[in-house]
């Protein structure tokens, strides 16, 4: 019922309507509703007094002019041409007097009295149907959103659990290239790396039973939540239907003219005006406020290694010319995603093929070239040797 606000720059996974508590946006409608009723009586009050205003100066200006003129010297059709003038002024004056009554007694009351009973009030609660609203969603959101919270825990879990693993996997690969190290040490380091991976994948299978346990349920909370938001569409609707109706009779008292640039202005009027249409305004909240929004389901969220960046920002350019190049390179296949930071950097997709033409450094850093013939650095724990 107001001017329809640009789209949202936010992510449309936390901004969509089936994300916890994002129906309020709609049981408030009610609320915005009301006093949009409020707002255009208050606007057209005004209006009133305008068109008031004018009529009562269209008739003092009328009655000090014909008395100045008829105590002028003239005669004829100049005199009567004169005087109509004012006698126009006065029916003005008069009709314009009857747009500010009907504006007032007519479409006001009209507006007031369809305002009253559209919006019931509850008491203690506000509008019955922003109460009845409010309380729908949250009975059929509650299950919904107690499962995403344990869907969230299981996700920081597992996610935690990889760490711990990578961690383990670490220390166990220092632990086979320390010469010094003694079979009793290594055999321990490697039962924790075991345990580390046992944990995660029971974590795992955890977490795949909570995401099976919410994409069950999804159907019946979209179905309940649906339900619920139709009844406050319908609403709308009748809402949308009665003001349209009003701003056309609203139109049918101002439209008065017949002067053809005041006909062209009144004539986009009524068509914006008979161009309101329900289905679009639903259609629009709909899309923006509604089911129709777009969101990410969850899914599994894999776990990405972190980078491990060089503790100097600039890398020993020396170092690198002294290092061995590999004849004809060693393929490997990138394991994740990663764009480069650094303009020496690579950027690759995860399953894409390159070759490594340098060993990694102690930083953790290998040297390759994509098949385009750009090389440059990126972290080794991203690629895995191809098997030939």
Known sequence: MSTLPREPHEDSRMQSFWMPGNYERTVRRTDQSFHACKDIMACFNERAKVEKQYAQQLSEWGSKWKAIVDARPLYGSLMRAWQCFFSSAERLSILHSSISQSLVTEEGDRVKSWQKDTFPKKIFCGFRETHENETGFARAQKPWAKRLGKLEKARGAYHKACHKEQIAIDRETQAKENTELSPEKLKKIQDAREKASEEKDKVREKYEKVLEDVTSYAPRYMEEMEAIFDQSQEEERKRISFLKQAFLSIHRHLDITNNESVKTVYSELHHTLTSISEADDL????????????????????????????????????????????????KVRALYNYVGEESDELSFKAGEVFLKVEEEDDQGWCRGMLDGGKDGFYPANYVEVVVQ
């Not at 909240?285 to 503790?311: A, F, L, R, S, Y």
């Open 283 to 330: 259609k629009w909240w709909k899309n923006n406020h509604g089911p129709g929004m777009p969101t990410d389901w969850p899914t599994i969220e894999e776990w990405i290694p972190p980078v491990k960046k060089p503790k100097n920002k600039k890398r020993d350019k020396k170092g690198q010319k002294d290092k061995p190049v590999m004849i004809g390179g060693v």
